[in-house]
């Protein structure tokens, strides 16, 4: 029951449903183009990952001191279905937009 709760809650924002549907668009991103591409603090963006991680949409590959964000796959079939609906939103992503050139993420 946990699982499902916490599920509903993170669809149950804005910012979480847009990273959902940009993350899927655009595939594994790191902290840093995610920061660039969606004009967000680092620490506001940290809470809704962690939020999304935690309700099972999300994996976390760490390479170094960076963090690369996809969706988890295989997803169940709630998640999956949630997923499917969210693709068909009205909504206006943003440009993906790299803080690196080179595609590897520096301090």
């Given amino acids: ?3 499902f709760l916490k599920t509903v809650a993170a669809l149950n924002d804005e910012t979480r449903v847009l990273l959902l549907c940009f993350l899927d668009e655009h595939g594994e991103c790191c902290v840093c183009d995610l920061q660039e591409s969606l004009e967000m603090i680092q620490s506001r ?3 809704h990952l962690k939020i999304l991680k935690d309700a099972g949409f999300l994996k976390v590959v760490r390479k170094g001191t960076w963090a690369y964000y996809s969706i988890r796959s295989p997803l169940d079939r ?3 279905e949630a997923l499917e609906e969210i693709r068909y ?4 992503l943003p ?3 790299s803080c690196n050139t080179d ?5």
């Fill in 95 to 97: 440009t993906f937009k």
């Fill in 45 to 47: 963006l940290s809470r």
């Fill in 78 to 80: 709630f998640r999956l």
């Fill in 103 to 107: 595609k590897e993420c520096k301090v």
């Fill in 89 to 92: 939103l009205d909504i206006n």
């Fill in 1 to 3: 029951m946990e699982i």
